[in-house]
């Protein structure tokens, strides 16, 4: 966890610092997931990885900017295996909207000191931590371990510290706010069920709110209530959001936080995130979670 927190502190510089470093711009190239690479995506995953390696506590890597997971030699192997996006929102980067780090650990299973892929392709709820950084205004980290509260912390930059400011972090009582988060230009792609949800919601006074970074849509989600959607459509039949690094560490925080993370209709049913089964590493699963008045309103729609 340490090691985490000190790459998300040099990421937040890096990000920071963008303009001045010229660190705007394409890589050129694509990561695992298809998509085209900033300057900012390659830097922040050599930060995690390097930092990660160096802790001596893990055995197996996943990044999404890594085609294939990273296995720890033996004479640096530890225990854990983390999963994690380097840069969320990273289409964001070069209009300065708030970006950030999504991850999860899982605790080694398979036999040996050497890790494999099978110590990663688990249920959500084997995670024993989860937590996400976000790089806006402030850089703050949010995370839980299973079992344990969400707590959030803000990065001091004269201390270079992370100070704790907020304990047992809840989704406030009944829902919060009325808001619904979602890319609405897709809807002419969605299922019927999603459509009426989201039009129940405007007939229900819900203002819409979409940033376009999960972590920063979520961390709003979380903080304010209501609810973010980014479900399955006729263009991304297995949705968009990965599920080891995105879905998975998200759909815990927001349950120990009081909330509800599913899948809506996926594989022919409706699904509670966490007990997922991921067959590669950079799977994807439709999102739906919130406050449970708000989420339930969409499952009610499939039922």
Not at 99 to 126: C, H, M, N, Q
Not at 155 to 171: A, Q, R, Y
Request: aromatic share 8%.
């Amino acid at each position: 966890m340490a090691q985490l927190a000190l790459a998300c502190k040099a990421t937040s510089r890096a990000c920071a610092k963008a303009g001045i470093a010229n660190l705007f711009g394409m890589a050129g190239d694509q990561n695992s997931s298809g998509d085209d690479q900033k300057k900012l995506d390659v830097l922040s995953n050599d930060i995690f990885v390097t930092a990660l390696l160096k802790s001596g506590s893990c055995c197996v890597l996943v990044s999404e900017e890594d085609e294939d997971p990273i296995i720890v030699p033996e004479a640096q192997a530890g225990r854990f295996c983390v999963a994690f996006d380097p840069l969320d929102g990273s289409s964001n980067i070069d209009c300065n909207v708030s970006t950030g780090t999504i991850f999860a650990v899982y605790e080694k299973k398979t036999p040996g000191k050497v890790g494999s892929v099978e110590d990663v392709l688990r249920v959500g709820s084997d995670i024993v931590a989860a937590g996400y950084c976000m790089y806006g205004a402030a850089t703050e980290l949010v995370l839980c371990f299973k079992g344990g509260t969400v707590e959030r912390f803000a990065l001091d930059p004269s201390l270079g510290e992370f100070v704790h400011t907020h304990s047992n972090v809840k989704f406030p009582a009944g829902g919060g706010k009325k808001i619904y988060s979602c890319n609405e230009a897709n809807s002419i792609y969605w299922d019927k069920p999603i459509k009426e949800a989201c039009d129940d919601f405007k007939k229900s006074g819900y203002s819409q709110r979409y940033v376009g970074s999960m972590v920063s849509d979520v961390h709003r989600t979380i903080l304010y209530g209501g609810i973010f959607l980014y479900p399955a459509d006729v263009k991304s039949k297995k949705g968009k959001l990965r599920v080891l690094y995105e879905g998975f560490p998200m759909a815990l925080l927001v349950e120990r936080a009081g909330g509800v993370a599913s899948t809506g209709m996926f594989n022919g049913s409706v699904q509670r995130m966490l007990d997922l089964v991921p067959t590669s590493i950079h799977e994807r699963c439709p999102v739906i979670l919130g406050a449970p008045r708000d989420v339930d309103l969409v499952l009610n729609r499939y039922k």
